[in-house]
């Protein structure tokens, strides 16, 4: 394997312990596993994370918000979400091919620019009082448009920064923080807009993002290996990335198991029905605040004792494992009438998610060559922002056809099923293992 001289690490491949540690014992062994934050180029990716995953969450509370504000209407709020979904596909998958033909960190550099100077737009024309939906979604849409150029060059640069060995523990440390996000994050916005005001809070996304540039800029240099440079980032690249998909079981199968956890079991759509109806006796606030934030609760969780992830070499069999453990959650959070029995499920649901997403990233970035790697998380990038709106969709029609409780329950059946199923048809899955 190739080695990132600049880094100091190796190349996805190897299995070193940076600075030949010996494996932990005893119960830190099921704690998180930080070893990665060892390697200093990863802990200043690992650091800007953070910054990122708090921070565009006040600007994803901020803009539905301006805009109900301005509009009176749900349906805008929803059409907003289409105008950055859009972009955001597009871009992530040409993104993906170009993050095989540039140096990484020099694209990071553009795109976390770009996003910072989009949340100052944000804040200029919040605190001018400008008040136009259609400035609000042409700056949503051209920050969705950076995100999707930005994250596949990011997820692929850590296969770069950290030995295929620890990768796992890797993923689980940068999932963490993401997760985290999306539980601090609305909350820490629902505490400042009444006392800053909504303008401040894109102002704070921004002047937090200048430490995110900083840190991607003191990034080694991360080139393309290879002849990669001889390419060019086009439409016949991003079909080259499908085809190496269809053609490698493992990472099809890899895909197909989070289209079918989310697109069959994310039932999102229903939790404002629930938390009216099935949880009654609490007030619809609180019942859906719980609900939304189940979830990532549990997936932090699960974050913090990772440290079972860098022992398993079965990342197959552990994805179909978390994947039939979320489909079983979920069939628990159907049949229950108790709300906080429905919140421990499905922060139990939020567990195993976790661990699909950790050993999902880790196959992607472990089998994958890294000329492929960009257009592999680019894919990966389009299926986790897509398969929860496809499953908004399909819940919100079964719960109308069957009732809110059965087309959970039915959905969390169908994870199992069609899980176990691809499991014993296609065998390539719960075979591989590093």
Known sequence: MDTSESSGTTEAGTAKTP???PPARGWRRWGMDTGPLRIPAYRRLWSSTIVTAVGSQL???AVPKQIYDTTQSSAWVGY???????????????GGAVADTVDRRKLLLVTN?????????????????LDSVPVLMILLAAQQAFFGLNQPARSASVARLVPAGELPAANALGAT?????????????????????????????????TFTVWAVFRLPALPPLGEATARRAGVREIAAGFRYIAGHKVLLLSFLADIVAMV?????????????HTYGAWSPGSALGLLFAAIPVGSVLGG????????ARRHGLMVIGSVVGWGLAVVGFGLSGNLWVAVAFLAAGGVADMVSMVFRGAILLFAATDE????????????????PRLADVLHGTAGSLFGTRAAVAGGGALVVVVMLALAATMPALRRYRI
């Not at 894919?379 to 986790?384: D, G, M, N, P, R």
């Open 304 to 311: 913090l004792f990772s440290g079972v992830f860098s022992q």
């Open 59 to 61: 600007t994803a509370v």
């Open 19 to 21: 600075g030949g540690d």
């Open 113 to 129: 620019i770009g996003i910072a100077v989009t949340s100052l737009l944000f804040w200029a024309q919040a605190v001018t009082g």
């Open 177 to 209: 923080v993401m997760q985290t996000g999306l539980v601090a994050g609305p909350l820490l916005a629902g505490v400042l807009i009444p006392v800053i005001g909504l303008p401040e809070l894109y102002l704070i996304d921004a002047v937090a993002l």
């Open 264 to 276: 069959f079991g994310m039932p999102r759509a229903l939790f404002p029905e629930l938390a009216a």
């Open 372 to 387: 492929m790697r960009g257009r592999m998380q680019g894919v990966f990038t389009v299926v986790v922002a897509g398969g």
């Open 80 to 94: 907003a979400s289409l105008a950055g979904l859009v972009p955001m596909v597009v871009f992530a998958l040409w």
